[in-house]
């Protein structure tokens, strides 16, 4: 291959291993993983609000439900002289935590002294729930006031505090002041253990936590789809500019998205331009071999009717210059049809390659030399120009012709280390050539044989026009005892 061949698909590998091995050049990773990070974190984000909006709402159910109690209590305690305070109703006498030891679930009435402020005696009246403890007044720190529900009831005092088990406790609390003479001031107590808030929080969270990685999973599948629906013409998109790129198309074709349409249309636009352009400076080298030739000719023809050294002398200049404009107009055209390539450029093998093997059986009648086709050539193109392809095997197989005994043989194959070349190999059984003078054939002018006809200006030619094309040829030992010319050729199958 030649070297820009080799560069042009070294840098693509690279550019497609940059764009599998890195999130930050692929465009579905990039796009995958911020929606993925948004969707994660709006998740976390309504999960964290959503259990503190409910352990909010269990903490203010749980206050409510303790004040309507510490009301309740407050109605119910009575004072007499000379006579402890009493709870003269059962206020909760239907209330199964409060008749249960330890339940979790307590109330207790302290009296104060004169002023208020310090316990003279703490429990005299307790729930059964307590059991034998009684709840340590000390031990007790606010949160805030309560605001009363009735307009006779004083405001109730919401906090914390811990039992005698070290239980974290729910407190509410308020100071009463009986009406009756000498009646003491008292301390109103209703608790609750803190698990009460716990457990209902916990069975929360884990549904809310199942809900969540249900809605994520969802939400994940849904991404996912949505990515390959709305990444979908992108793909079909890049499997369309490799049709191009191998020549298996003239342009991108189909309907597209419109917000990708205009770019298509600028890139077959270019792709046009650059077709003409390409196209004219075929022409315009031909134009210019074809008007160098003329006179090239007439000065030839002239010189031929003198046989003198001006005479002999114009003749091997104009030869060499003739030779020059062949050598350089198959360059160009060359280049040329390489370069339109990625344009859908193709050849169909079969056609061409019978027509070489029938011109060259007359061609080398008079010797009988047999030109022989093997292999599939209809199930194979070459991707290039028919023009090219006909000088190339034609100067392989006629030099072959010159040399062989009976026979010629020109196969056809893919090539072995890929399905993007074809493989065309032409064998003569003449004497073939050492392998140490191999590779002089291919040097502009260079004849092993100088008995032989031709100016040895095929295979270097031939060589140029195989190298522009990003192919190769070597020369090796024929199975039929000559010399044996391998050609590989961009190359793909035939489509039906």
């Not at 006629?398 to 026979?407: E, I, T």
């Amino acid at each position: 291959m030649s070297d820009h061949t080799i560069h042009a698909t070294k840098a693509r590998q690279a550019h497609h291993e940059r764009d599998t091995g890195s999130w930050k050049n692929s465009l579905r990773l990039r796009l995958l993983t911020g929606t993925l990070i948004w969707v994660l974190g709006a998740l976390l984000l309504t999960g964290w609000g959503l259990r503190a909006l409910f352990a909010e709402h269990l903490a203010q159910q749980l206050r409510s439900q303790l004040v309507a109690k510490l009301d309740r209590l407050s109605g119910a305690v009575s004072f007499q002289m000379d006579q402890p305070v009493q709870i003269t109703v059962a206020p909760f006498s239907g209330d199964p935590l409060l008749q249960q030891p330890l339940s979790g679930m307590y109330w207790q009435v302290d009296q104060l002294d004169t002023a208020g402020q310090a316990t003279v005696h703490a429990g005299i009246q307790r729930s059964r729930s307590l059991w034998d403890q009684t709840l340590d007044w000390p031990l007790f720190k606010a949160d805030k006031t309560w605001e009363p529900t009735l307009p006779l009831h004083a405001p109730a005092t919401y906090g914390h505090m811990s039992d005698d088990n070290g239980n974290g406790l729910v407190v509410v609390t308020r100071t009463v002041q009986l009406p009756e003479t000498d009646a003491p001031a008292l301390r109103l107590m209703v608790a609750a253990d803190t698990a009460m808030l716990a457990v209902p929080l916990q069975r929360f969270t884990k549904m809310l936590i199942a809900a969540l990685c249900v809605l994520a999973a969802g939400l994940v599948v849904a991404v996912v789809v949505q990515l390959q629906l709305a990444l979908a013409p992108l793909t079909a998109l890049r499997r369309q500019l490799a049709a191009v790129s191998q020549g298996e198309a003239p342009e991108i074709q189909g309907e597209h998205p419109t917000e990708i349409m205009p770019l298509v249309q600028e890139f077959n636009h270019v792709l046009r331009m650059n077709a003409e352009m390409v196209e004219r400076a075929r022409t315009q080298a031909g134009n210019l071999a074809h008007a160098v030739n003329t006179p090239l000719s007439i000065m030839g023809n002239a010189a031929a009717q003198q046989d003198d050294a001006l005479a002999t002398l114009v003749r091997e200049q104009v030869a060499s210059a003739s030779r020059q404009v062949e050598h350089h107009l198959a360059r160009a055209r060359a280049a040329a049809a390489a370069a339109q390539q990625g344009h859908g450029l193709r050849t169909p093998l079969e056609q061409p390659l019978q027509s070489l093997a029938r011109t060259m059986s007359k061609l080398h009648a008079a010797r009988d030399i047999h030109f022989e086709l093997q292999g599939d050539a209809s199930g194979w193109d070459f991707k290039g120009d028919t023009q090219d392809l006909m000088e190339m095997l034609g100067n392989l197989l006629d030099n072959a012709g010159k040399w062989a005994q009976s026979l010629v043989l020109l196969q056809i194959q893919p090539a072995a280390d890929s399905s993007r070349y074809i493989t065309l190999s032409i064998d003569d059984d003449g004497p073939g050539i050492a392998a140490e003078q191999r590779e002089r054939i291919f040097m502009r002018g260079e004849r092993l044989d100088e008995q032989r006809p031709g100016a040895g200006l095929g295979l270097d030619i031939v060589r140029d026009l195989v190298q522009t094309y990003g192919g190769s040829i070597e020369a090796l030992s024929s199975p039929l005892g000559g010399l044996r010319m391998v050609l590989t050729l961009p190359g793909a199958r035939r489509k039906a």
